[in-house]
C-alpha cells in the first residue's frame, strides 16, 4: 500500500513536499516514481527514482522545477516541488514498479502499484 501526504492549496511560487509512505518491507525492491493528472488530461510522469536512490529520470516538460528522493529506511520517497504554477494543479499520484526506471518502463506500464493520489492546487 501507498500512501501519499503533503497536498494542499498553495500560491503561484511556493514550494510544497510531497511524500508517499510504502507499507511493504520490500520497497527497497521498487523503483518509485510520481505521476500527476490535472483536470481534463492525461495521466503524465513526472519523476522517477530507482530502488538505490541513485538514478532518477524526470520528462523534459518538468523543467527542473521537481525533486525526487527517496529514504529506504523510512520506507517513504519524496517529491520536493518548487515555484509552482497554476498548471500544476492536478492530483498527484505515487507509483512503484520493479522495471519504473527502465527506458521503456518509464510510463503507466512500468507501474505494479499505485497510491491513492493527493490533490494539489495552486492559485491566487
Known amino acids: 500500500q501507498l500512501v501519499e501526504t503533503g497536498g494542499g492549496f498553495v500560491q503561484p511560487g511556493d514550494s510544497l513536499r510531497l511524500s508517499c509512505v510504502a507499507s511493504e518491507r520490500t520497497f527497497i525492491t521498487y523503483d518509485m516514481g510520481w505521476f500527476r493528472r490535472a483536470p481534463g488530461k492525461e495521466r503524465e510522469l513526472i519523476a522517477i527514482?530507482?530502488?538505490?536512490?541513485?538514478?532518477?529520470y524526470y520528462p523534459d516538460y518538468t523543467t527542473g522545477r521537481f525533486t525526487i528522493s527517496r529514504d529506504n529506511a523510512k520506507n517513504t520517497v519524496y517529491l520536493q516541488m518548487n515555484n509552482l504554477a497554476p498548471e500544476d494543479t492536478a492530483v498527484y499520484f505515487c507509483?512503484?514498479?520493479?522495471?519504473?526506471?527502465?527506458?521503456?518502463?518509464?510510463?503507466?506500464?512500468?507501474?505494479?502499484?499505485w497510491g491513492q493520489g493527493t490533490q494539489v492546487t495552486v492559485s491566487s
Open positions: 527514482i530507482d530502488r538505490n536512490g541513485e538514478s532518477t
Open positions: 507509483a512503484a514498479g520493479t522495471l519504473l526506471i527502465k527506458p521503456w518502463y518509464r510510463n503507466e506500464r512500468g507501474v505494479d502499484r
